[in-house]
């Protein structure tokens, strides 16, 4: 089944998107025919990111962790297209450490990024939708750690935990003005440096052979879930998180054949053995 969308006359604005799931969002909204506001940090990824896309998509380097930051990308929407219809903050940052190594810095760096930027930039963009009366879309992104231990993931972790639990509070408030909040959670996505770091290579070699479909996926395959939460389609998805992760967060590979051994519940299965 080939799944197409039109974003004609929407203007879609993402954040992280100077690379990996970012970067794919804006071109698969712009190939969709939406107007995109690319937001991020590092300008010269943002320009590699809007490479070829012509007037469609605009770039704003800004910090959504700081007020002016936020309200700068919002902003940016209207002097440039005239209208908001979604805000996808995808920016997070996720340095890992050991818990006796974490410095308090990088904690309140994480936490200022993940959670603060993700605050400023659902109020900016909220209260922009509000105003111009036609509701809208805001889908907050999480992560697949937050609802499990990872050995170094402290802050992130518990960064996008709090995102999850703010979007939820966020969907039941501006829903009211026909505001559509969710969030997504994705799992292990082919968005690593190239080439790995030694460490990093020898960890995805074992992690990748016990998810359920054994292979990292695609930014595009993020893209696609959050697509059509932002489109007419999920009209009435509002307030979950929502999981992109190879089916990562329930369970491992069945990778053998299934053998019940237990003689307990012959009585149940009516098996008899020789």
């Known amino acids: 089944m080939n799944v197409q969308y039109d974003f004609s006359d929407r203007v879609v604005i993402i954040t992280g998107a100077a690379r990996g799931v970012g970067r794919a969002m804006v071109r698969q909204f712009a190939d969709a025919g939406a107007k995109v506001i690319a937001a991020d940090r590092d300008e010269d990824g943002l320009n590699e990111t809007v490479d070829g896309l012509g007037d469609v998509a605009r770039t704003v380097v800004a910090d959504i962790s700081t007020v002016d930051g936020a309200q700068a990308i919002v902003q ?5 297209f005239g209208r908001l219809d979604v805000c996808v903050n995808n920016a997070a940052v996720a340095p890992h450490a050991s818990l006796f190594d974490e410095t308090v810095e990088v904690w309140d760096t994480v936490y200022a990024v993940n959670c603060r930027g993700t605050f400023l930039m659902t109020q900016a963009a909220g209260k ?3 105003d111009q009366g036609e509701g809208g879309r805001i889908i907050n992104f999480s992560s697949g750690v937050s609802n499990r231990g990872s050995a170094g993931a402290a802050a992130y972790a518990s960064s996008r935990a709090a995102t999850e639990s703010f979007s939820r509070v966020a969907a039941i408030e ?5 505001i559509l909040v969710t969030c997504v959670s994705p799992g292990l996505i082919d968005t690593q440096p190239k080439p790995l770091p030694p460490s990093m290579k020898d960890g995805l070699s074992k992690r990748i052979p016990t998810l359920p479909l054994a292979r990292a996926g695609e930014p595009e395959e993020v893209g696609n879930l959050v697509m059509w939460l932002a489109s007419d389609a999920s009209s009435y998805a509002v307030g979950h998180v929502y999981a992109v992760d190879g089916a990562a967060g329930i369970g491992t590979r069945a990778g053998h054949e ?3 051994e237990d003689v307990r519940y012959d009585w149940v299965t009516g098996r008899t053995r020789s």
């Open 76 to 80: 940016a929407a209207f002097d440039r």
């Open 128 to 130: 922009a939708l509000r």
């Open 174 to 178: 501006l829903a009211v003005h026909d």
């Open 258 to 260: 299934i053998v019940d």
